[in-house]
């Protein structure tokens, strides 16, 4: 079968026994990174064979693997951080494996955006995750999508490019719209910035230097602005 195994985004401590257990009795783990995931497989002393599973081998390597399970091998799919799938290699080889009849078993496990959401304070009985922006083609359009959602929304951003995406969206949805920008999750410079959209542009434009770690940007949707808009109605 196909195990799809989720690993720390940063705090080694944040993977379960039944993930450690998994990875050291199947016969392949796939990785994103074999670099990244050998220090995690170290710390625990795993030393189940690793082979390279990422965006540019994937469409050429589904099948081989697939035919491997077949054959009867158990092979766990891990990515740098994080559950696979999520902005991540996974989805070509786990609807393979179904439809080749293979069970897939998705372990539950660490994921950046949802300690993002609830550290953030904003509402989070709904929301939309989003993932990374397209760099170029199709980028204002999605923006403009995500400034009319209703609820809260997420995305995942490069540090590089925090701040030009802090002002694109202060571009579309307003100055004062509340966001959080959530960087170094679970490790121990953590740091989850609130503020208005235009707040936390100055303060990462004014840090001097790009900000280390992987970003998850939370902002408020309009069914928060509307709430407000109304309060003051009332108020007045």
Excluded: W
């Excluded at 082979?51 to 990515?79: C, D, K, M, P, W």
């Excluded at 897939?104 to 990374?132: K, Q, R, W, Y």
């Amino acid at each position: 079968m196909l195990y799809v195994v989720p690993t720390p985004i940063g705090n080694l401590e944040d993977i379960t026994f039944r993930a450690v257990r998994i990875l050291k009795e199947v016969n392949l783990i796939l990785a994103e990174d074999t670099r990244t995931s050998k220090k995690l497989l170290d710390h625990y002393a795993i030393t189940t064979p690793l082979q390279s599973y990422h965006t540019h081998n994937e469409h050429n390597v589904v099948a081989t693997f697939v035919q491997r399970i077949i054959q009867g091998s158990s092979i766990a799919l891990v990515s740098d951080a994080g559950t696979p799938a999520i902005s991540d290699p996974g989805f070509l080889l786990v609807r393979a494996c179904l439809e080749a009849g293979i069970k897939v078993e998705c372990l539950p496990g660490a994921t950046a955006f949802v300690p993002a959401l609830v550290n953030s304070g904003l509402p989070a009985h709904a929301f939309h995750f989003d993932g990374f922006l397209p760099h170029k083609k199709g980028r204002q359009t999605r923006l403009k999508f995500l400034s009319t959602l209703p609820h809260t929304f997420i995305l995942y951003e490069s540090p590089f490019r925090l701040v030009k995406c802090l002002e694109e969206l202060m571009e579309h949805c307003g100055q004062e719209r509340q966001a959080c920008v959530c960087r170094e999750l679970s490790k121990l410079h953590e740091e989850n910035k609130k503020g208005t959209l235009s707040e936390l542009t100055l303060y990462y434009t004014k840090g001097g230097g790009i900000p280390k770690g992987e970003i998850v940007i939370v902002v408020e949707g309009m069914e928060e602005i509307k709430k407000k808009s109304s309060k003051y109605d009332l108020e007045a």
